[in-house]
């Protein structure tokens, strides 16, 4: 099985723009989870959709936006970027109601400038 | 909700030697623990979990790890270290499905450095 991917890899943005980042699960898989990845806070929980539906939210303001489509891909689109978001952007997927046990992508590093 | 603390941000062992790292968690009711490795510039990988039953539990790469519910701990262990280990490695806690269905909670990670 194909594992959990993730693009684009690499981003570069300016403060202001806007960016999308897409996610395809494990064949399976109907969980999708977000993480933001900094070296100061760490691993912090951005969103989970499972069919479609966003279970869980973290605490990030409104310019983090989620989806998930029929197929279980997801996107995440943060807007209007500060400094701040540069980070690494991890997806991982899960095979149960349950989210646990999540098997990550490699993750989408953005830098904003 | 739940927490997960891991004491030790950095930790130098030898090509070798035996190592042990720490992972305390909070959590009101039975936890779902898990162990994730992580190499520079990539993703987590799953190195063990802990669901129930035996509290010493085997992973991948020569990794194990204890459950000690008196503790509130889930330390990792490995024998003999080898260079290939040096990356960043993350604890998490998550509820169990009867406890209904929140985030996982990572700690900050312990960074292993392995030195000749």
């Known amino acids: 099985k194909a594992g959990v991917t993730q693009t684009p890899r690499y981003l570069i943005k300016t403060r202001g723009q806007q960016v999308t980042l897409s996610c395809s699960p494990i064949?399976?898989?109907?969980?999708v989870s977000w993480y933001q990845q900094t070296p100061g806070q760490g691993l912090q929980f951005l969103f989970e959709?499972?069919?479609?539906?966003?279970?869980n939210k973290g605490n990030f303001p409104g310019r983090f936006s989620g989806r998930q489509f029929s197929n279980s891909r997801s996107e995440m689109n943060v807007s209007t970027l500060e400094l701040g978001d540069s980070a690494l952007y991890l997806c991982a997927s899960s095979p149960g109601q349950v989210a646990n046990e999540q098997f990550f992508g490699p993750g989408t590093r953005l830098t904003v400038l | 909700a739940q927490s997960v603390t891991q004491p030790d941000i950095h930790i130098t062992v030898s090509e070798g030697a035996s190592l042990e790292l720490r992972c305390n968690y909070s959590?009101?009711?039975?936890?779902?623990l898990f162990w994730y490795v992580q190499s520079p510039g990539q993703g987590l990988q799953l190195l063990l979990k802990y669901f129930s039953g035996d509290t010493l539990v085997q992973g991948i790469k020569g990794f194990e790890a204890e459950f000690k519910r008196s503790q509130s701990s889930f330390n990792l262990r490995k024998p003999s270290v080898h260079w290939s280990d040096a990356a960043e490695y993350f604890c998490a806690v998550g509820a169990s499905p009867n406890s209904g269905n929140t985030p996982l909670v990572f700690g900050k990670g312990t960074r292993l450095s392995v030195i000749a």
């Open positions: 959709y499972f069919s479609e539906t966003q279970r």
């Open positions: 064949s399976g898989h109907r969980s």
């Open positions: 959590y009101g009711a039975t936890p779902y």
